[in-house]
């Protein structure tokens, strides 16, 4: 049996608009990874088996390894069509924002947005929501977003029109944002989850398979070649890994190669703290990746160094400067943090 974790009058609230509502719009962040496509497309099967004319709008493109699942080809990328996807956010009855948890990180559809007539639901798990939405459905303890939806359709009385196709993509959501059930998953309630997905015929293992087993060749020697650059700080318990702009030219680099590649460091012995810096390829920016073990908060130092945030062992930032100057500043957070990464609650 699962706990409660939604406020009743949350589910009532949003079960009222659901009934009257005809068209939908699910809207996630920019760069949108497993858990935003996993949670998008988990709600968007369920309503549309409620005969919703329901529709998928991202930012921007999304990794190939997420393309295999079932809805993913009719995901609207806003960057291409903006025109015509500011038509379906204007005219929507709802529109769901999902796995964000401030306007920003939608970017260029944030305008539309904010001035659509539609009622506007939040359903994420991040710290600190803004409150641009009539409902809000925040909980930084819930591991996914992929999770809440489940809770949400569940709550409503719907199990039963899960379909598989939902259950594929919900699961999805869920084991990306744990890493594989690796970090953020200690939670009972996640494991009798995973049990109700697969009363719906999910194949968890194939999924698996899908994720993190069909990258390219050119991939695997990409990482190869961050690895040989890894910088380990070993009196902080910290390690560092990075990509610039013109490695990923010489590694055929596309969008969503570097996945998982700063979990790689903290495999070494005593490494609580690893960091990902990459530059971004369409922006002049770099993009920093945080994970960590134990009870070290990597998400507080991504929002004090890096104007970013996210979960205790999964966070992430960014910072407007060269490679150089942003592995300058790491290097003055781990320091500052050196304390809590070398106690033994950590």
């Known amino acids: 049996m699962l706990t409660k974790v939604i406020e009743q009058s949350k589910i009532d609230h949003f079960t009222k608009w659901f009934e009257r509502a005809d068209k939908v719009v699910i809207v996630s962040h920019v760069s949108p990874d497993g858990d935003a496509i996993g949670s998008s497309l988990g709600l968007y099967h369920f309503l549309d088996s ?144 995973i049990s109700e997905l697969l009363s719906k015929g999910i194949n968890k293992d194939e999924i698996y398979r899908k994720v993190y087993n069909t990258y390219s060749e050119s991939r695997l020697r990409l990482m190869g070649h961050v690895l040989s650059n890894m910088v380990v700080y070993p009196d902080c318990n910290a390690a560092c890994i990075s990509l610039a702009k013109d490695e990923q030219g010489k590694f055929h680099y596309i969008k969503g190669d570097s996945e998982g590649f700063v979990n790689i460091p903290l495999s070494i012995k005593n490494v609580r703290l690893s960091c990902f810096l990459r530059e971004d390829t369409e922006r002049p920016m770099i993009k920093i990746s945080l994970r960590s073990v134990g009870t070290f908060p990597c998400n507080q130092l991504a929002a004090e160094f890096f104007n970013g945030g996210g979960h205790l062992n999964a966070s992430g930032g960014e910072f407007y400067g060269t490679m150089s100057e942003a592995r300058a500043v790491l290097e003055k957070a781990i320091e500052k943090y050196k304390p809590l990464l070398t106690s033994e609650a950590s």
């Open 50 to 193: 409620q005969g919703k004319d329901v529709n998928v709008i991202v930012p921007n493109a999304f990794p190939d390894f997420l393309k295999w699942m079932p809805g993913s080809k009719d995901i609207l990328l806003y960057d291409r069509y903006k025109e015509f996807a500011d038509k379906l956010i204007a005219e929507a009855d709802i529109i769901c924002c999902l796995d964000f948890n401030a306007l920003k990180r939608i970017e260029g559809m944030a305008c539309s947005v904010s001035a659509s007539p539609a009622r506007k639901v939040l359903i994420d798990h991040h710290l600190y929501p803004e409150d641009f939405c009539r409902i809000i459905m925040s909980y930084p303890k819930i591991s996914s977003t992929s999770e809440l939806i489940f809770r949400l359709i569940c709550r409503m009385g719907y199990f039963n029109e899960i379909s598989k196709s939902a259950a594929e993509c919900i699961y999805t959501g869920m084991m990306t944002d744990t890493g594989g059930f690796t970090y953020n998953s200690n939670s009972r309630d996640i494991y009798f989850i």
